[in-house]
């Protein structure tokens, strides 16, 4: 499995970006798709995930500004980021996890300046 991240950009507080994942295989049979970010200088944390039913959940400091959602027919998982924040600065992630194994893509960089 190979995982595409792209959308990643630099934007001022208040903006917007999605990110986007691209899977080189069919998602429908994951168990779950993620997305994490790593700041510098920090430990790498879940932002959102979204499992098998569609169910989704997000750490605090995102709920109400982010969305995770997923297109099947496109192998695709997105988060869409409202309302960015400069504390949203870091390296994310798209994670999927298949057959009990993880996959990660590359990461894709969102700055955001105040």
């Known amino acids: 499995v190979q995982l595409v991240e792209s959308g990643g950009g630099s934007v001022q507080a208040g903006g917007s970006l999605r990110l986007s994942c691209v899977a080189s295989?069919?998602?429908?049979?994951?168990?779950?798709m993620g997305w994490f970010r790593e700041a510098p200088g920090k430990q790498r944390e879940l932002v959102a995930v979204i499992i098998g039913g569609g169910h989704t959940n997000y750490t605090d400091s995102v709920k109400g500004r982010f969305t995770i959602s997923r297109d099947s027919t496109k192998d695709t998982v997105y988060l869409q980021m409202n309302n960015l924040k400069p504390e949203d600065t870091a390296v994310y992630y798209c994670?999927?996890?298949?057959?009990?194994?993880?996959?990660w893509g590359q990461g894709t960089q969102v700055t955001v300046s105040s």
């Open positions: 295989g069919s998602i429908t049979s994951a168990s779950g």
């Open positions: 994670m999927m996890i298949h057959s009990a194994s993880a996959y």
